[in-house]
């Protein structure tokens, strides 16, 4: 009887909903929205009141059954007395209930007499050691940002999983209990997203647009009647209206809170957990309350990475941003999906449009971002444009930062919050990247794909996620620090211009050329920013020690001796690890969690070996893993080839020789690695480097050792750039330690960059092949892979993970900026060839003799 009735009360609300929909103009969203939450609460109820009606049905039958044996079983069995009626027994259940609180109340009074004794001793009470606050600002660029959003007691504040949500006892009902996520996503705070696609069809900066391409279709047409340029003004605008739908994000809160809740549910099949820092969440909601749009800028390592932002942030109670997306995604129901999560999708590459530049495109894209800022909108990209293939931070895209800055600069908003982000892994959810790195072309992501790999995904363990938000810090501050102290973009004496592709936003007149090196330095400085706040997880410590230091193989002991010194090491560079506990039980789960593909233990005289799986293909992933501690060693790696090549017999060092080498390596590997911000001189963190290098391993004899108040005191001269310091630097040469502590860091050091050098190398030896003739890119990188794995085989290269197209690529990039190569590009094909002056045999060879003296030292 209950069942019907109250399915019968259920249609009846909805129709009731309904009528308010005919009545009152309720949009269709808010019917369904409010029809779902009626639905599943009545259902709710329902739920309850028959468990009521079991459990006393249950009570019922049970009293009836003890009474029906009690009264008709034998008088002369004994054994029947001792049984009861349900109601005594739940008496004397409720009578021993009654004594045991009694005895626990006591026993609680009296250890609080206990608590007021006179002790002797004071019992020591050990803290646990408070973990970096990563990700503050720049204390040069943004100082008065940097003193915002936070408190002292910010930093003391325990990681959080967000996946471990427990509501209080005191506050929530059973229903809120038992249904916790569903009642978390209820009550987050309700944001409006207004939609601004009419906004931006009725803008003068796409109307302009619209008529210059009818003007330059018209003018490059034979016709020239009126009649045919209201034609072309009319199909312009139906393109851009096409275009602007095509685009647009459909962010919905129902959406975005049905989500969250498949995510509490989904997350824990396949993530141990989702850690964040409170702090730094507590300074987004500071933030947020500042009413300027946040710019979430994160670092790419996976597809899962902005649904993981949006996630945190909506539980959070902060806006969730629109997140430009590229075009690839949109495909059925997954590109849906994400418009629905607030993804707007762009076009990787601005193609032309008949031999023309795509104006209209371009002012589609940038209005539509322009009028999203002004309504209010947060907002999210990938500075680097797509996901890392090798582990390391990419090289920043300058495109739709441009839009942002130049929004600021043009007065469409007052100021904006810079958000870096850093987001890392235990163990990569997409996958891994080898085939793109063996020159196999990319696999388009399709329908079919995404379901296969989200049914492989829930059905896997990738261990723990870790996200950074930076300390949020203010465009207008950063813009009016860098024009004021006009620093050189990437510390080089002389200015690294880059060449903007035309294919981009940023190439384009969107962006002014008087703004072109700001947004440049910016993008810089966050990504630099995103790599130092990444976080070191288990996986990345085994994998670098086991490529860099165990190559050949290692016991559990000598593994977890090397995390231990590993880990004191990033402790004292402020770098936060993703992982604690005692070393032996770190080594032996990173082990499990990388799988045997990756490492293996073999069973050596009796004792387990752990050993790298080093060979090709499976070393390139245990290179991403790696990657993340060797952009962190970077610098000091260069610091020790340096030191290696300019090293005299006796072992002396000559300054200015070793700080011209280290310079011009810094300058090979300028693709890879961003050493210093913008707002720094390169020189001078170099010469801070090695001092702090000489005071941590003391690779100089005692001589010419400063102690550590002499090295700060070098840095504040620095600052302050003290000429006379440096010059009394050079005087004197370093004389190198014999100690062996010493000469095996040096070594070890060393090692960490050599297969990036041999890939580099191997790019120039190759070039000779372009001599008197042109080449397609992917037949050139092709070309170049066989050379490496050709020298391998002969033994010429020692690393294997030297095969990877990515470095390639950065080599021949370099070569370009270098003018020795010249690239083509038509019809999205690149064509190489070398440059006039340099297409000759002894062009080719003395660049790889320059890059190749870098190896021979090793």
Known sequence: MLIPVLFSLIAYLNIFIIFLFIVKRMDLFNLFYG??????????????????????????????????????????????????????????????????????????KERDNHLYDIKENVAEVELPPSRPLMGLSCDYCTSASRESLINKTTEKFALNNILDHT????????????????????????????????????????????????????QDSERNDDEFYQELLKNNHKRAKKLLYGMRSTLSDFLLRFTSWVLYKLLPCFLSCVVAHPGQINML??????????????????????????????NNNVRSPLVAAGDNLRIPFFGSLLRG????????????????????????????????????????????????????????????????????????????????????????????????????PKEMETFGAAMKGIWHVLNSDYGMMRIDFNQPFSLRELVKTFNASKKVQNGFKKMLKSNPSTTSLYGTDVVSDEHKS?????????????????????????????????????TIEQLVSALDTLRLELNVARKDLGFTGDSIDVVNYAIELLGPGLVRKEKINGEDIIKPIAILPNVIELTYYSNTLVTHYALESIVAIAINMVATKLGTVSHSELIETILDLCNVLQ??????????????????????????????????????????????????????????????????????????????????????????AVSAFTLEKLVGRSQLENELINDILSEIKLQLAEGSLKYDESVSVDPIKNALKLYQKWDILECHTENKLRLYYLKENQDNTEAVKTLYQRINKFRQSF
């Open 518 to 554: 700001v947004v440049e330095s910016i993008s810089k400085h966050i990504i630099y920013d995103c790599a130092k706040s990444t976080s070191v997880m288990s996986t990345n410590a085994l994998a670098f020690l086991l490529l860099n230091k165990f190559r050949e193989g290692a």
């Open 671 to 760: 693709y890879e690695f961003i050493l210093c911000k913008p707002c720094q001189n390169l020189e001078h963190v170099v010469i801070g480097c090695l001092d702090d290098m000489n005071v941590k391993y003391r690779i100089f004899v005692e001589e010419t050792q400063d102690e550590e108040e002499v090295v700060r005191s070098k840095k504040i001269a620095r600052e302050f750039e003290d000429e006379d310091l440096d010059e009394a630097a050079a005087e004197k040469p370093y004389v190198l330690s014999n100690e062996k502590g010493a000469v095996e860091r040096l070594k070890f050091m060393q090692g960490l960059l050599m297969p990036l050098v041999e890939t580099y």
């Open 285 to 314: 909601k500071e933030a947020g309350k500042t009413s300027l749009p946040l710019i979430f800028l994160p670092l790419h390592r996976s597809h899962l990475d902005y649904i993981l932002i949006s996630f945190i942030l909506l």
């Open 35 to 108: 029809s779902l939450q009626l639905t599943i609460v009545l259902f709710f109820v329902y739920f309850i009141l028959l468990l009521k009606w079991v459990n006393k049905m249950v009570d019922i039958v049970s009293n009836r059954i003890f009474d029906s044996f009690s009264r008709f079983s034998p008088k002369e069995n004994h054994q029947t007395e001792s049984l009861t009626t349900i109601s005594q027994l739940k008496r004397f259940s409720k009578a021993n209930e009654f004594r045991r609180r009694n005895f626990l109340k006591d026993d609680l």
């Open 341 to 440: 999560l607030g993804a707007f999708f762009i076009k990787r590459r601005i193609d032309p449009i008949m031999g023309r530049k795509d104006h209209l495109y371009k002012a589609v894209l940038h209005t539509y971002m322009n009028e999203c800022l002004r309504a209010g909108h947060n907002m999210e990209f990938f500075l680097e444009g797509g996901r890392t293939r090798t582990g390391k931070p990419c090289m920043p895209k300058y495109g739709i930062l441009s839009v942002i800055v130049e929004a600021f600069m043009d007065g469409t908003i007052e100021d904006a919050l810079l958000v870096p982000v850093s987001v890392n892994y235990e163990k990569l959810v997409d996958g891994n990247f080898v085939r793109e790195q063996l020159g196999q």
């Open 167 to 218: 509501p209080s006892l005191h506050k929530n009902g059973f229903l809120q209990r038992t249904f916790s996520h569903l009642n978390q996503v209820y009550e987050l705070k309700k944001f409006d997203y207004p939609q601004v696609a009419e906004i931006v069809l009725k803008d003068d900066r796409l109307k302009k647009a619209i008529e210059k391409t009818a003007l330059q279709q018209y």
